[in-house]
């Protein structure tokens, strides 16, 4: 079994400063402990390349794309939303990460690898198409999606997002194609505070209160997620994987734990290889405290390859 792991150093230029909890200290602790744990010697390291412009399109429309493109500051930081900054190294970055979900996708459809995971940012999960938002420039895991469908000419994608917040942008991006079924759990109430009275069959929207637990997330996906996923058969899987539900995570008040993203990751392989032929691509979001990311993390890669 073969899984990628796709990370371009040149994502850590994207600095919002050394306050700013989406931090380019985030990558590094996640590969750090890959390199010690000796994983990442067993995954096959990709270094991804800028996004396609057209893979962009597909999601997001040309003015948007363009207004990023002209604020992009020669120095200092410009504020695009109250909680994301750019400045002139954070094009490259969102365009590498959006390069890294169209790789991965790639990779694992022509079967150059079975699973995928991108270690990038800034993450994308909360870009609406029209819309800057919450750290995020572009949709990765859309880019992914509509790679997937446009290019690779399938059918039925499934997106399952665990951060702790509402994936907003996905799901407006997806909201009338029912070629997409978006699963996104999150703790409730907290920010987006959007999409969340969204009613389409292809939106799954499973709210947690705070402080829930693992076992919590297991039932509510076991009631919601299950028999959607069943009905679907995604043929290719895709991950918003924030880690942010972490019980140690300082942005929020979910108590997930290492072996909860164990168990939602082999709960996916099992639904990847009876309909996707065991294709999963992974793509970083959120998890803010860099030990609890980076442990969950490794977790999480390690059931995608295989390895426990
Ligand atoms: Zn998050």
Known sequence: ?????????D??????GAHHPESPRRLQAI????????????????????????????VHPDSYIK????????????????????????MRAAYLAAG???????MVMSGQADTAFCAVRPPGHHAERNRTMGFCFFNNIAVAARRALDFHALERVA?????????????????????????????????????????RPNIINTPLEAYSKGSSFKRAVERDWFHQLQDHKPQLILVSAGFDAH????????????????WITRMLKEVADAYGHGRIVSMLEGGYNLEALASSAAAHIEVLAGKD
Request: with cysteine; glycine share 4%; hydrophobic share 35%.
């Open 100 to 106: 890294a979900a169209v790789e991965a996708t790639d």
């Open 159 to 199: 997106i399952i997002d665990f951060d702790v917040h509402q994936g907003n942008g996905t799901i407006d991006i997806f909201l009338d194609d029912p070629r997409v079924l978006v699963c996104s759990s999150f703790e409730y109430p907290l920010y987006p505070f959007s999409h969340h009275s969204v009613d």
């Open 1 to 9: 079994m073969k899984t990628a792991f796709l990370f371009n150093q």
């Open 247 to 262: 019980k140690d995570d300082p942005l929020a008040h979910l108590e997930f734990e290492e072996k909860d993203y164990r």
């Open 67 to 90: 207004n990023l493109e002209e604020l992009d500051p020669a120095e200092g930081m410009i504020m695009v939303d109250p909680d994301t900054a750019l400045m002139n190294c954070s």
């Open 31 to 58: 590969r750090e402990r890959l390199n010690q744990t000796g994983l990442l010697q067993e995954l096959d390291e990709v270094t991804p390349q800028e996004a396609d412009r057209n893979c962009l399109l597909a």
């Open 11 to 16: 994502c850590t230029l994207h600095d919002m």
